[in-house]
């Protein structure tokens, strides 16, 4: 497949990875009147974290298919983790269910694990690529979990 191909692939993934942020932006008033968890980063810091994660996941993704290894059991796993990712900007941003954005953070921390263990048989550089994502979801289960129990 062509340069052209893998390079609207890697800004598709970032573009798809992103929707949720972008249909539900920032908190608005409500998030502003929660107390925040001891280390809760600033909205800037999350901005560079978020698209330092998603070129990850993008190269991950690309990386699968120019080796030929994105399968239909691949392709489902990133589907499922791509679809908590944005359950958690619903729930959290536009619903302020804090309690439901909890569990969906284990739920993307449980299929982010997945996809490296499944990856990493068939190229260690894309399984690679998702820890550090995984990483961040166990500090996100903190923070949602902190939102929780703060915010009572």
């Not at 609207?8 to 942020?21: D, E, P, Q, R, T």
């Not at 999350?46 to 392709?75: C, D």
């Not at 690679?128 to 923070?143: C, D, E, G, M």
């Amino acid at each position: 497949m062509s340069f052209l191909y893998h390079t609207l692939l890697f800004f598709a993934v970032i573009v798809l990875y992103s929707l949720a942020s972008l249909a539900f932006p920032g908190g608005g008033a409500w998030y502003d009147s929660l107390t925040k968890p001891e280390g809760t980063p600033p909205d800037h810091v999350l901005a560079v974290v978020w698209l330092i994660l998603y070129v990850l996941i993008a190269s991950s993704v690309v990386i699968a298919v120019r080796r030929k290894q994105m399968n239909g059991e691949l392709l489902l796993l990133y589907g499922i983790n791509w679809s908590f990712h944005q359950l958690f900007t619903l729930l959290f941003y536009k619903l302020h269910v804090p309690f439901l954005a909890a569990v969906d953070t284990i739920l993307i921390l449980y299929s982010t694990w997945v996809l490296i263990r499944v990856i990493r048989p068939l190229d260690k550089i894309a399984s690679s690529l998702l820890i550090p994502y995984l990483q961040w979801s166990v500090f996100a289960i903190y923070l949602a979990v902190s939102f929780c129990v703060l915010n009572l």
